[in-house]
C-alpha cells in the first residue's frame, strides 16, 4: 500500500485540488507537531509527571489537570512563531492570546481545547486535541476578541486528535474528512482513511444517562424511544456508549455512525450547554457535517451560531443525519 503522509496529503490539497494556501497548509502541520509531542506526554503517563491535578482553575471554574496545561503551552509554544497566526483562543486561558510581537503576524486564529475529556486523563482513557482554523475578517486592524465572533461556517480547517490506542489525527480542509494515523517509529501521520462518511442510520446513540432526569421533554422523548428497542415506536434495539471524552465518542460516529447528545439540561437553566461551541461544537460539527451526518443544537445548525463570547457554550447534538434530524424536529415541535 502507498503510504501517504499528512505532509504529502496536505502538498496535495493546496497544489493539486487548490484547497488550501500555503499558509494555512504550514499552519496545519504545526498543530499536528504539537499534537505529536501531547501524544508523547499522555504515553508517559505515571513516568512523565504529567498526571493529576494542577492547583489552578481555568475560567471557567473547572479544575486544571495537569495535562491540560502542558498541552495548552505546547500549542502555543508551537504556534506563536510561525508567522501564520494573527491569535489563539483555548479553553483553558481566559482570553485570547496574541501572537507576541517579535513575531510576524499572519492572517488565521487559531481556537483549540487542548486536552478534551479531562476525566479521563488518570483512568488512561482516550483523550484528545480539538482544533479549528478561521481567518481574521478582511480589513479589522489589529486583532480582538471580537474578530472570533464568526459562526463555525467560516471555518478553513478543523479537526481532532485523539490520544488512544493509537494517536489518530482527524482532518477536513472542506474537502471531506481524512484520518492519519501516527506512526510512532517514523514520527509521521501517515494517511489511513479518506472520504470518511456517517451512515444516516444508526442504531447507537450516545448521551450521559445519569442527567436523564434533567433533561428537556424532546431529548428524553427520543432516548425513551430508544431505549424501548424493537417493541417501541422504532421498531429496533439500540445500543449505547458513553466514552466521556468528545473526541472518542466523535471518533466512533465517523467510524460507524451513531449520534452523540450533549444537550442543555435543567441544572444550570441559563447554561445553554455544557461543551463550548469554538474550541468543541464548531469543529466537531464542520467534520460530522464534512462526512454527511448533521450538527444541530436542538433548533438550528450548530455552525450557523455567531458566538456572542469567547467561551459560549452550546447545546450538541450530532452524528447520524437521520437521527439528529428527528431529534430537531421533536425540539422544534415542543417549541
Ligand atoms: P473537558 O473539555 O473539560 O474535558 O469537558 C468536555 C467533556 C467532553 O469531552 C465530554 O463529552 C463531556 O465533557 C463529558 O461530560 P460528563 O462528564 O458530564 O459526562
Ligand atoms: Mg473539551
Known amino acids: 500500500m502507498k503510504r501517504i503522509s499528512l505532509t504529502r496529503y496536505l502538498v496535495e490539497q493546496q497544489r493539486v485540488d487548490g484547497h488550501i494556501p500555503g ?30 491535578t494542577a492547583d489552578t482553575e481555568n475560567v471557567q471554574g473547572e479544575v486544571q489537570k495537569k495535562l491540560d496545561i502542558i498541552a495548552n503551552e505546547v500549542l502555543i509554544e508551537a504556534n506563536e512563531w510561525g508567522g501564520h497566526l494573527a491569535a489563539m483562543a483555548s479553553e483553558e486561558m481566559d482570553s485570547i ?49 471580537a474578530d472570533f465572533m464568526q459562526p463555525g461556517s467560516q471555518q478553513v480547517a478543523a479537526g481532532y486528535c485523539v490520544y488512544g490506542p493509537q494517536t489518530t489525527l482527524v482532518l477536513t480542509v472542506g474537502d471531506g474528512v481524512a484520518m492519519f494515523t501516527l506512526d510512532r517509529e517514523q514520527g509521521s501521520f501517515v494517511l489511513t482513511k479518506e472520504n470518511v462518511t456517517i451512515p444516516a442510520d444508526t442504531k447507537e446513540f450516545a448521551i450521559n444517562m445519569s442527567n436523564m432526569r434533567h433533561w428537556a421533554p424532546p431529548v428524553k422523548r427520543y432516548v425513551d424511544e430508544c431505549l424501548a428497542g424493537k417493541e417501541g415506536p422504532r421498531g429496533k434495539d439500540f445500543n449505547m456508549r458513553w466514552v466521556a471524552s468528545m473526541v472518542a465518542d466523535v471518533h466512533r460516529i465517523l467510524t460507524r455512525g451513531g449520534v452523540f447528545m450533549y444537550p442543555w439540561d435543567k441544572r444550570d437553566p441559563d447554561k445553554p450547554g455544557k461543551l463550548r461551541l469554538l474550541y468543541e461544537a464548531n469543529p466537531m460539527g464542520w467534520l460530522v ?47
Open 23 to 52: 499558509d494555512l497548509r504550514l499552519l496545519l502541520e504545526v498543530v499536528a507537531r504539537a499534537c505529536k509531542r501531547i501524544s508523547q506526554a499522555v504515553n508517559k503517563g505515571d513516568l512523565g509527571e504529567v498526571m493529576g
Open 97 to 145: 492570546y496574541l501572537v507576541p510581537n517579535r513575531y510576524p503576524q499572519g492572517e488565521y486564529l487559531l481556537m483549540f481545547d487542548p486536552l478534551d475529556g479531562s476525566s479521563n486523563i488518570d483512568v488512561n482513557v482516550s483523550i484528545g486535541t480539538i482544533f479549528s482554523v478561521m481567518k481574521k475578517p478582511e480589513g479589522s486592524p489589529g486583532v480582538s476578541e
Open 289 to 335: 457535517e464534512q462526512a454527511g451526518g448533521a450538527a444541530t443544537n436542538g433548533h438550528g445548525r450548530i455552525l450557523d451560531i455567531t458566538p456572542t463570547k469567547l467561551h459560549e457554550r452550546v447545546s450538541v447534538i450530532l452524528g447520524s443525519k437521520n437521527e439528529v434530524e428527528r431529534i430537531t424536529a421533536y425540539h422544534l415541535e415542543a417549541e
